[in-house]
């Protein structure tokens, strides 16, 4: 079991489409889907429990195309900045000097999602899409909510 925060990203949202997926995606009815989104456009940041890990990146990332921004919240002992900065700082040994220095010194100012956009952004331009370490950078942004609703963009 997962649990995410929703929260609004853009003025203009595709609320009936974020209701269908969480309907599809967390199980919830049509009213409490709606609650939720509501919930979100409000100002608020509703959680949604869905099955897995991976449930709720599925979900977080289809959230994203509908002007909604979600993370996994931080139940469960997740932390976001402690995830993100693992995560970045178990591939820096592969990465070019460069990057690894620009990153490493973003994570050492705290400012872990710089780190995680800045190792990401060059892992995608420079690795294959399987490639291990860009997966993990990935898995990390989405659950950290650092998917800003960009076709394409993780």
């Not at 919930?39 to 449930?55: E, L």
């Amino acid at each position: 079991m997962s649990t995410i925060e929703l929260f609004h990203l853009r003025r203009v949202r595709d609320k009936p489409g974020a209701v269908d997926l969480l309907m599809r995606h967390a199980g919830l009815s049509a009213e409490a889907a709606l609650a939720v989104v509501h919930h979100a456009v409000g100002g608020g940041k509703p959680q949604v429990a869905v099955a897995s890990d991976d449930a709720a990146r599925q979900l977080i990332v289809a959230l994203a195309g509908t002007g909604f921004i979600a993370r996994r919240a931080a139940t469960d002992g997740f932390d976001a900045a402690q995830h993100a900065s693992e995560a970045v700082a178990a591939v820096l040994p592969r990465c070019a000097a460069g990057l690894a220095d620009a990153a490493g010194a973003w994570l050492l100012q705290g400012a872990w999602a710089q780190a995680l956009e800045l190792a990401l952004q060059h892992l995608q331009m420079h690795c294959p899409a399987h490639d291990a370490d860009r997966q993990r950078l990935q898995r990390a942004a989405i659950d950290t909510g650092l998917v800003r609703g960009v076709p394409g963009r993780v």
